[in-house]
């Protein structure tokens, strides 16, 4: 009994300790200086010469990913990163599909009206804005149960995609737009103003990479976040929970890409050949 007395309190304190705060200027300016590093690292990555994958960068990894095993770590020796007001989380995953190709992976990745059927529970509504050729502009409802709050999350995205040569490319998506709804599902929800809230999610990127080869699509994801500071009196506690979340998520949307691609590919396999005349008048 006084262990889950004590459980209780801890989980209280967290929800008191995590109940409002504001995005401040000089978080967000950390923030898009780190984002704009990661992008500039990415971009030396697919420069001629250089190790484009991060699985290639260990033999043991490599070995791990090529085998059918998801690998997940932290980046920095620092994770998350403190700056000011703020915390920045950043993981990076990555994945081996067979028998693929990157169109493959193309298809279900930038189907973003699908995202609310492909990764569920965390995904509760998705929706395209605008696509064209290199740019898309998407938005997702997301349901956030982190360190016990429970909040619903409504996003924007801007994605960039970089075709670095017939087998390798990337993108590149950042939040363009979050807005925390309180109780969400409940008759006192409320949508509350950007920058506003319990700050456990305030900005969101991401780098998505790829390349075809050994018989099928590796995938990388790069994941980052920013969220409010953790005071220090709950670190002992809160830390090893985010750093947990943050990996279990990761893992889980690269399984989740995984399933997704494979099942898309062998449907499109299995489906009939189009007669050439198919939708065509002058054939009939």
Known sequence: MKRIVTCVVIVLSIQVAVHAANLQADTTKAWEQYVDSATRQMQERAGRGKTYLWVDESPDRLTKVRAGEIVV???????????ASGLIHHWVGATFI??????????????????KELYQPAVIDSKVIATSEATDRFSMLLMNKALFVKTALDTDYECAYIQVDDRRGYSISRTTRIQEIEEYGAPSQRVLQEGEGNGLIWRLSSIVRWEERDGGVYIEIEAMALSREIPASLRWIAEPIVRRISRNSLAMSLKQTQDAVASATILASQAPPRSRCAGVRACE
């Open 98 to 115: 067979p028998h693929v190709s990157r169109n493959n992976v193309l298809q279900v990745v930038r189907d973003y009206a699908r995202y």
């Open 73 to 83: 770590a932290p980046i920095g020796p620092e994770n998350p990163k403190k700056v």
